[in-house]
Antibody, heavy 121, light 108 residues
Framework: QGQLVQSGGELKKPGASVKVSCKAS????????INWLRQAPGQGLEWMGW????????NYDQKFRGRVTMTTDSSTSTVYMELRSLRSDDTAVYYC??????????????WGQGTMVTVSS | EVVMTQSPATLSVSPGERATLACRAS??????LAWYQQKPGQAPRLLIY???TRATGIPARFSGSGSGTEFTLTISSLQSEDFAVYYC??????????FGQGTKLEIK
């Protein structure tokens, strides 16, 4: 069935970077892409980008391009999302979510539990 | 970018009654439309994909309909555990994936 387990909450100062991990289990890691989304307090879902677990190809939302990097480690079935130059409005719960199929045009069928990132001086 | 608009923002319904939630796309997304349920403090859960196909383990009281630009999620007889926020998402015109702003389903 599959599971995604994310790293724990982070408290960062403005201008710092954060790196969140998402470890996959229970399915063949390379078969499905992973997306990163975020949800600010009391707000809706915002898509940040996608990474192929097969070859590492990425596609980032224009809003985050230049500030976000997504990577994979096939040896540990883990995906990482690094966000740099953090601002207070980056405070949010960050989710990883699996694409249900082998290419991006599928819904998200498995979600991580979320990682709270707080940016505060 | 496809803009997804959900209505209403909040829906108050009594347990046992039917709830109907709407989602509109700014351009056609064919049937590549999903619905998610999110409860407080939890990650979203996939309910419906392909506009009308229930995801694994989703009860039959949840149904989806529509294609193109107009979509509906219906919950036929509300249970206490159904009160949550519901999001629609299009995955037809990617990138980016886009979500509606959500409908909060609350107990009347």
């Amino acid at each position: 069935q599959g599971q995604l387990v994310q790293s724990g909450g982070e408290l960062k100062k403005p201008g710092a970077s954060v790196k969140v991990s998402c470890k996959a289990s229970g399915y063949t890691f390379q078969n499905n892409g992973i997306n990163w989304l975020r949800q600010a307090p009391g707000q809706g879902l915002e898509w940040m980008g996608w990474i192929s677990a097969h070859n590492g190809d990425t596609n980032y939302d224009q809003k985050f391009r230049g500030r976000v990097t997504m990577t994979t480690d096939s040896s540990t079935s883990t995906v990482y999302m690094e966000l740099r130059s953090l601002r207070s409005d980056d405070t949010a719960v960050y989710y990883c979510a699996r694409v249900a199929g082998g290419y991006p045009l599928y819904p998200f069928d498995i979600w991580g539990q979320g990682t709270m990132v707080t940016v505060s001086s | 970018e496809v803009v997804m608009t959900q209505s209403p923002a909040t829906l108050s319904v009594s347990p046992g009654e039917r709830a109907t939630l709407a989602c509109r796309a700014s351009q056609s997304v064919s049937s590549n439309l999903a619905w998610y349920q999110q409860k407080p403090g939890q990650a979203p859960r996939l309910l419906i994909y392909g506009a009308s196909t229930r995801a694994t383990g989703i009860p039959a009281r949840f149904s989806g309909s529509g294609s193109g630009t107009e979509f509906t999620l219906t919950i036929s007889s509300l249970q206490s555990e159904d009160f949550a926020v519901y999001y629609c998402q299009q995955y037809n015109n990617w990138p980016p994936y886009t979500f509606g702003q959500g409908t909060k389903l609350e107990i009347k």
